[in-house]
């Protein structure tokens, strides 16, 4: 219940980066599922979102916002969304719903990226979080092998499927020192769609909620 609270308080302080009668890009989980419930509340006129997953769409479509395609969009200039684990540089683990691909994708569209999470995200070293790695159906154990070489031990994620189509893995006892080459060396590996690191387009702005207030990492 406070880890929720801590959510909500952070994802309320990303509502002054939003930008009335500008699109928004908005990201996928329970924290944005506050963001979105605010958005609503406080009434905020956003021209329309560009949603990284069905299910944020969905909501935001209930709450009577207009979604739109990121090819019809344009750049964005902010984009909200979750994560899963963040270290000190804002390098962040993302995927633990799923919606890594379009969530990197978006996140590579926008000028500023605000993360929203409650404190217990922020890490001095990624990889106690799974890091989540989507896959075309046929790679799956190719691509297991390959992340074992890497010094992970990969897990397929149970029943589920991504908006794309695609499984997930979700590699263990990772401890990622160097995010950057990780996230190169797991992207060069052929039937990767996408890895959850976020290294080189980490997030820009950090609200870490907590149920007394948040703070700001930048
Ligand atoms: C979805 C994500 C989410 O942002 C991440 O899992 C955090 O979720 P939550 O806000 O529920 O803690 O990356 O793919």
Do not use: W
Request: proline fraction near 5%; charged fraction near 20%; include cysteine.
């Amino acid at each position: 219940m406070s880890q929720d609270l801590a959510k909500r308080k952070a994802a309320e302080a990303a509502l002054k980066y939003v930008v009335q009668g500008e699109m928004l890009g908005v990201g996928t989980g329970s924290t944005v599922n506050h963001f979105i419930d605010l958005l609503a509340e406080r009434h905020f006129d956003i021209q329309a979102a560009v949603s990284s997953s069905e299910a944020s769409t969905q909501r935001l479509l209930k709450h009577g916002f207009k979604v739109i395609e990121l090819n019809s969009a344009g750049p964005l200039s902010v984009y909200v969304d979750g994560a899963d684990e963040s270290n000190y540089q804002l390098q962040l683990i993302k995927g633990g719903g799923a919606a890594l691909t379009r969530e990197k994708i978006i996140a590579g569209a926008s000028k500023t990226f605000v993360c929203i999470a409650d404190e217990s995200k922020l890490v001095k070293t990624l990889g106690k979080f799974p890091l989540p790695v989507e896959v075309i159906p046929m790679a799956r154990s190719f691509v297991a092998r390959e992340l074992v070489k890497l010094g992970g031990r990969p897990v397929l994620r149970e029943n589920v499927v991504t908006d794309n189509g695609n499984p997930i893995i979700d590699v263990h006892d990772l401890q990622i020192a160097q995010p950057l080459a990780l996230e190169t060396a797991i992207n060069a590996i052929p039937g990767v769609v996408t890895v959850g690191l976020f290294a080189h387009r980490p997030a820009d702005r950090l609200i870490l909620g907590s149920p007394d207030g948040v703070r700001e990492v930048m």
